[in-house]
Nanobody, 119 residues
């Protein structure tokens, strides 16, 4: 089973940048899709981005397109989320998730990391 551990959250001013990391362990990831989600207080969980481990194809949610970049380091078994031009509405707990490419639902989740953007 895949285990996921996020890091890199924190407090940043609007317009600033942060990079989140998600270290994966437990299984080879070649058939996995790795995703980032976020959940703000009182709101539903929102899809942020995903990347296919084998080919590196990416997809983004509309609210972060052009500002966030998802990437992976195969040698380090780590997925990154580079967040630029941050806005107060980006404040949320960010979760890393994994699913096999044949599934539609993510079934492995990290513990989450808090991102707070001050205005």
């Amino acid at each position: 089973q895949v285990q996921l551990v996020e890091s890199g959250g924190g407090l940043v001013q609007a317009g600033g940048s942060l990079r989140l990391s998600c270290a994966a362990s437990g299984r080879t990831l070649s058939r996995y899709v790795m995703g980032w989600f976020r959940q703000a207080p009182g709101k539903e969980r929102e899809f942020v981005a995903h990347i296919t481990w084998s080919g590196g194809s990416t997809y983004y949610g509309d609210s972060v397109k052009g500002r966030f970049t998802i990437s992976r380091d195969v040698a380090k078994n780590t997925v990154y989320l580079q967040m630029n031009s941050l806005k107060p509405e980006d404040t949320a707990i960010y979760y890393c998730a994994a699913r096999t490419a044949t599934m539609t639902m993510y079934d492995r989740w990290g513990q989450g990391t808090q991102v707070t953007v001050s205005s």
